[in-house]
Each structure stands twice: as C-alpha cells, then as structure tokens.
C-alpha cells in the first residue's frame, strides 16, 4: 500500500516529502502545465529531472508527449534515461483508438528495459492487457470512471483478484482522486497505489473535532501553568 504525489509542483514535492508519507510522484502534460512548466518536452524533461533528483529513489512518471507509436517509443526510452527513477507514461490507445499502445507498452517493457505506467485507464479489462502487455504499473482513473456512471471500487476489486490469479506483477495505480474518501476506499478495494493531489493530501490530514481538542489541549497546559 502507497501514497503517491500527482504534482509536477516542486514546492508540494519538497512539503510532502518532508512529511515523510509520499513513496512517488505521478506527472502527466495537464499536471505540468498547470504547475507552470513550459517550453514544451524539453521543460518537462527538466522539470521531470529536477523531481527525480528530489525524491531518488523514489519514482517519478513522466508521459510521452506524441502518440506515434515509434515517436512514442524513442521518446519513452529518453525520458527513462533521465534518471534511474523515472518510469514512462504511455497512455493505453490513441484519442481516436486509432493507435493500440499496448504495442508500444510491451516494446519499451520487453525489449528496451524501460518500466511502464499504462495509463488514462477507465475499465480493469484496459489495465488486464496491459497488465499482460507487460506494464509494470496500470493507472486507473477512478474519479473518470465514477463520473461515467461506473463504480471504481468494482474495477479496482475485480482487477486486483484478475492479478493475483493469473500471477502478473503490474501495481494498480488508482488516481483522479475526487474525494478525500476515495483514498481510503480504493486502497481498501485492492488499489496496490492511490495517487493524490496536494490539495486531497493536505486535506486527509486535518479534521475540525482535532482542532478542537488540541485547542482544548493547549488552553488547560496554560491553565496548568498558571496553577
Ligand atoms: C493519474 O495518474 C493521473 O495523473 C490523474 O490522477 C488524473 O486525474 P484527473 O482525472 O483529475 O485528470
């Protein structure tokens, strides 16, 4: 069972590996670019190795940005060479479908040594193949998936079971969070991975009945020394 960061945001970064409780980080083209990086692959590719150095050797996934599968492949095995803790995004098909990825998963996880996030998954028959293509984690996006009238908890169960039975490796990475909730639930369900937002992080922390009592707490010690 692990938290992951989902923040391309060095200063998030540095606060929740100061709280000792993230064991990876979670990026992809939207993240980054709502967290300032610009200059296209290139920033990214820096900022990815910015983050790498900061949590080695803890992971980081970093997402192809061209979804031509040779495109895709070369760029994936670039961005793994970044650092030894960078593992490669490659999301399971095309926007049309008309590119099947999992070609492109299985290559850069048999041929080129390259670890394999398969993501942008809204079923667990998705994550099996990619499972079985080889991926050594299969990220689904629970929040997505609750929205199209599923229930994530289902999927996250059913693949679990379908892993464990057929003996495939690949970690479950359930993101898209929505509701501090969700951590829980999913993890209970059988994710091996939930990756958080900070926001959803900061959140599961603080509780207002806690910021009663440590009040109350703090009152009486001055009492105390008051007496
Ligand atoms: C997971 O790896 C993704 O980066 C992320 O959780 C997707 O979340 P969204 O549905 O909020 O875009």
Not at 186 to 213: C, F, N, Q, R
Request: hydrophobic share 45%; aromatic share 4%.
């Amino acid at each position: 069972m692990a938290i992951f960061l989902d923040s391309g945001k060095i200063e998030q970064v540095e606060k929740f590996l100061r709280w000792g409780v993230i064991r990876g980080v979670t990026t992809n083209p939207t993240i980054l670019l709502k967290d300032g990086v610009t200059g296209g692959a290139a920033g990214m590719k820096k900022r990815a190795q910015e983050i790498a150095a900061m949590i080695a050797p803890l992971p980081l996934s970093l997402e192809v940005t061209s979804n031509d599968p040779a495109q895709m492949i070369e760029q994936g095995r670039e961005f793994a060479s970044l650092a030894d803790n960078i593992n490669v995004k490659i999301t399971i098909h095309g926007p049309e479908g008309e590119t099947e990825n999992i070609e492109v998963i299985h290559a850069l996880e048999t041929k080129y040594d390259v670890r394999v996030n398969a993501t942008a998954m809204m079923s667990a028959q998705q994550c099996l193949l990619a499972a079985l293509a080889g991926a050594s984690y299969v990220s689904l996006f629970g929040g997505r998936v609750n929205n199209m009238g599923y229930d994530a908890v289902d999927e996250i169960s059913r693949l679990r079971e379908l892993l464990e039975l057929q003996g495939l490796d690949s970690q479950i990475i359930i993101g898209s969070v929505r509701e501090i909730n969700n951590v829980i639930t999913w993890l209970h369900a059988g994710a091996h991975i939930v990756t958080v937002t900070p926001d959803i992080l900061a959140g599961m922390l603080v509780h207002p009945y806690s910021k009663e009592t440590v009040r109350m707490f703090l009152d009486d010690a001055k009492k105390c020394e008051m007496c």
